[in-house]
């Protein structure tokens, strides 16, 4: 089955523990991308990736680090959590970076 | 700075009535403009696409409207169910930048039976 898989689906943890959402597609897709989901602010780029190696920051990369060392895999991490990380993150992909990316389940943070 | 601006933010419809969700946008490199539906607790998935040389296209129930010289372009669901019931994103892709898709703030609609 094609999809977008994200781990962990719900993750609760303690402010500066370092932390990594792992995301991995299995459509052979170039384009991968993280969001945030906040109430009222919609879906919020993070960074976004066009191929192995190629990364580019969204419109809130603060406090977050990607990497893409293989097509398949866009880990998200988090060196030192704050609760305004808080959210609701998703993993993304595309094959053509037209025609919509593919979403994951989703994965709930919680930083205390 | 809001690139992609939606409203109404929730909507509230009777079944078999019509559901209707605006989007603005203001920067016209902007060239792909998908909408999407998303479930409680599931990831948005792609409902319909338009790109700015249509001003409509119809799949079934669903309508996207475009009207490129207001820059706005809008969601039209006939004989809204309650199945319908769901958070719709509009979003808007510059295919020239690559990767970059922007959302709008997101409707919450109901259908009542």
């Known amino acids: 089955e094609a999809q977008v898989t994200q781990n962990p689906r719900y993750l609760i943890t303690v402010t500066g523990k370092k932390l990594t959402v792992t995301c991995s597609q299995n459509?052979?897709?170039?384009?991968m991308s993280w969001y945030r989901q906040d109430p009222g602010l919609g879906l919020r780029q993070i960074y976004y990736s066009m191929n192995v190696e190629v990364t580019d920051k969204g419109d809130v990369p603060e406090g977050y680090k990607v990497s893409r060392k293989e097509k398949r895999n866009f880990p998200l991490i988090l060196e030192s959590p704050s609760p305004n990380q808080t959210s609701l993150y998703f993993c993304?992909?595309?094959?053509?970076?037209?025609?919509?990316?593919?979403f994951g389940s989703g994965t709930r943070l919680t930083v205390v | 700075q809001q690139q992609v601006k939606q409203s109404p933010q929730s909507l509230i419809v009777q079944k078999g009535g019509i559901s209707i969700i605006n989007c603005a946008y203001e920067?016209?490199?902007?060239?792909?403009f998908p909408w999407y539906q998303q479930f409680p607790g599931k990831g948005p998935a792609l409902l319909i696409a338009?790109?700015?040389?249509?001003s409509e296209k119809k799949e079934g129930r669903f309508t996207i409207s475009f009207n490129k010289s207001a820059k706005q372009f809008s969601l039209h669901i006939m004989d809204s169910q309650p199945g319908d019931s769901a958070t719709y994103f509009c979003a808007a892709w510059r295919s020239s930048n690559t990767g970059k898709l922007i959302f709008g703030q997101g409707t919450t609609l109901q259908v009542k039976p």
């Open positions: 920067n016209t490199a902007f060239d792909y």
């Open positions: 993304a992909s595309s094959y053509t970076g037209v025609g919509g990316y593919t």
């Open positions: 459509m052979n897709h170039e384009y």
């Open positions: 338009i790109r700015p040389d249509v």
